[in-house]
């Protein structure tokens, strides 16, 4: 009894033991799987490899801010909405804030001096003549060899400071002259042949003027002299009496001359009063403006407009044959004359904006004109943009500038471009022009010629001392 009773004791004992051994006190233990993982083995299975966890995706990286912002002050009220849509598409590409900010016509000095006293002045703006490189080219950063300067395919209207730095580059080149719509001349039983001189323009206009409510429309658009609309005139139609001069002079103009001789002032006198005397408004009421001179080309109110190339994409849709006639103004040999080509669009970048809004302004600049949708639009609007990837134009104002050219006339450059003290000038003489039109006297004419001779002097030694 006994004897069994030890042995029952022996076996419970070595149960216990057991049962301590399965369930493992390690925390590092695993439980068994399988009853075969549990036993010893003297021929081991070969196991499955135990899967790999799987590899965490690594978190999506923020993408880094952009560096740098851009500010285009734009000098081209006609070009807003394409302007707009870039800066839109810029931004959404890259990320780069881009503000277009533009100045009404006639307004682009004041507004830029407003601008450039501000906290975040303009990283982009315009420097378009020898007037305005004198005032801001300590603003300007100096372009020489910088990757956009190295876009451009024609380097003639570049602008340099006297001591030689590229203040500013072109991006839009250009052409003015009188738009014409030739189809209302042959309504009026006349033809574009007739049309190769101050006299065949004179006897169309004048023929027109006369018989336009027969006609159902007159010669000339409306010639307003508000700010929104005189340098039509005092800045462009200007032009013809300083290209005269200028070729007087046996050169092409370098730099501002001190002063003019008023040679051509009577045949800038024979042209501007062709047009406000055989137009759809009085002279008497061109001072305060507020005329629309496009409307009343594109609905066919009137066959003549002077403007330039910027209007084309305005124009084409309602006159898809509308072309453009040099200034003709009596001078001899003008039969020869083309139309006056340049620009005073002049890309310039500001060298107190910071480093970073620097480069994204230059980034966004070769980006304009190497893009290919981005391009394509604004050689649309710009009429023809001096770029290497730029696609070509297809302004057919341009077009006729080019065919004057194959024909062998002459270019009549922007002369114009050396108004000194531009904006005071250009008040000066707009205001005797008023006065000129309220009562067309040749004593009041000779008001005109002081504003627009003595003037010149006056103001250039404003500026010069």
Not at 45 to 55: L, V
Not at 104 to 125: C, H, I, R, V, W
Not at 422 to 427: G, K, L, Q, S, T
Not at 449 to 457: E, H, K, Q
């Amino acid at each position: 009894m006994k004897l069994n009773k030890l042995i029952c004791l022996l076996l419970a004992l070595v149960l216990c033991v057991g049962l301590l051994a399965g369930c493992g006190g390690g925390s590092g233990s695993k439980e068994p799987e399988s009853e075969s993982e549990a036993a010893p083995e003297t021929q081991p299975e070969a196991e499955e490899p135990e899967a790999e966890p799987e590899a965490e995706e690594p978190e999506a990286e923020e993408p880094e801010a952009a560096a740098g912002s851009v500010y285009w002050l734009n000098f081209k009220p006609e070009s807003d909405e394409v302007l707009q849509q870039i800066a839109t598409m810029y931004t959404d590409k890259t990320g780069v804030p881009v503000k277009v900010v533009t100045a009404a016509s006639g307004t682009y000095s004041q507004t830029l001096n407003a601008e450039m006293d501000k906290s975040e002045p303009p990283t982009l703006f315009v420097i378009g003549n020898t007037a305005g490189v004198r005032d801001w080219q300590d603003y300007a950063l100096d372009l020489t060899d910088t990757p956009i300067a190295n876009e451009l395919n024609n380097t003639a209207a570049n602008l340099y400071s006297p001591d030689g730095k590229l203040v500013s580059i072109p991006y839009s080149m250009e052409c003015y002259g009188i738009i014409v719509n030739p189809d209302l001349v042959e309504a009026a039983g006349h033809s574009m042949d007739e049309i190769t001189n101050f006299d065949g323009l004179k006897t169309v206009a004048e023929d027109i003027h006369a018989r336009a409510a027969e006609l159902g429309f007159d010669a000339f658009t409306s010639n307003d002299m508000d700010s929104s609309s005189n340098w039509r005139y005092v800045g462009h139609m200007a032009n013809l009496e300083y290209y005269y001069e200028e070729q007087d002079s046996g050169t092409t103009w370098a730099e501002c001359p001190a002063s003019l001789t008023g040679a051509y002032m009577d045949n800038f006198r024979n042209l501007y009063d062709l047009c406000v005397n055989n137009s759809t408004v009085d002279r008497t009421e061109l001072a305060t403006g507020g005329h629309d001179a496009q409307n009343e080309f594109i609905t066919g109110k009137a066959a003549f407009y002077v403007e330039g190339s910027w209007k084309w994409s305005a124009v084409s849709e309602a006159v898809p044959n509308a072309t453009m006639i040099p200034y003709y103004c009596g001078v001899e040999g003008e039969e020869k004359a083309g139309l006056n080509c340049g620009t005073e669009n002049c890309w310039a970048i500001n060298c107190k904006a910071s480093e970073e809004n620097q480069k994204a302004t230059m980034d966004f600049m070769v980006w304009c004109v190497t893009d290919p949708e981005a391009s394509a639009l604004l050689v649309e609007s710009f009429s023809a943009m001096p770029y290497k990837q730029c696609p070509a134009s297809t302004n057919g104002f341009l077009t006729a500038a080019d065919a004057y050219v194959a024909d062998g006339c002459y270019s009549m450059d922007w002369a114009t471009n050396f108004q000194p003290n531009v904006d005071e000038y250009r008040a000066t003489l707009t205001s005797a022009m008023n006065q000129y039109n309220a009562d067309p006297t040749d004593a009041n004419w000779d008001t005109v010629v002081t504003a627009f001779v003595d003037g010149w002097a006056t103001q250039y030694a404003a500026v010069n001392g």
